[in-house]
């Protein structure tokens, strides 16, 4: 299984950005997929997240800025970026649950994070 994220770059502030997350190989249900981010000098933190059944967490600093949604049929999650801020600034990360076929007729449960995409806003 492999999350690649796409969709960052720079951006002025007050500017929009959308990331997206594709989860690809032997999947056979995805539980919950998110975002998280680290800035440099701090630590990993969530940005958002959104269940199987569709019931979404922010972050306080987001809400009402950032909106995650989720295609099921394509395993991808986007998150829309609005009035960023210099604050924003930073590596984020999607992440997801995974039920996933193994071998024969094994299955597996396991949590994964993509590759991380830069996002920088300029003041």
């Known amino acids: 299984v492999q999350l690649q994220a796409s969709g960052g770059g720079l951006v002025q502030a007050g500017g929009s950005l959308r990331l997206s997350c594709a989860a690809s190989?032997?999947?056979?249900?995805?539980?919950?997929m998110g975002w998280h981010r680290q800035a440099p000098g701090k630590e990993r933190e969530l940005v958002a997240d959104?269940?199987?059944?569709?019931?979404?967490n922010y972050a306080d600093s987001v809400k009402g800025r950032f909106t995650i949604s989720r295609d099921y049929a394509k395993s991808t999650v986007y998150l829309q970026m609005n009035d960023l801020k210099p604050e924003d600034t930073a590596v984020f990360y999607c992440n997801a649950d995974v039920r996933a076929r193994g071998k024969g007729w094994d299955t597996y449960s396991s949590h994964y994070w993509g590759q991380g995409t830069l996002v920088t806003v300029s003041s």
């Open positions: 190989g032997s999947i056979l249900s995805i539980n919950d």
């Open positions: 959104i269940t199987s059944g569709g019931r979404i």
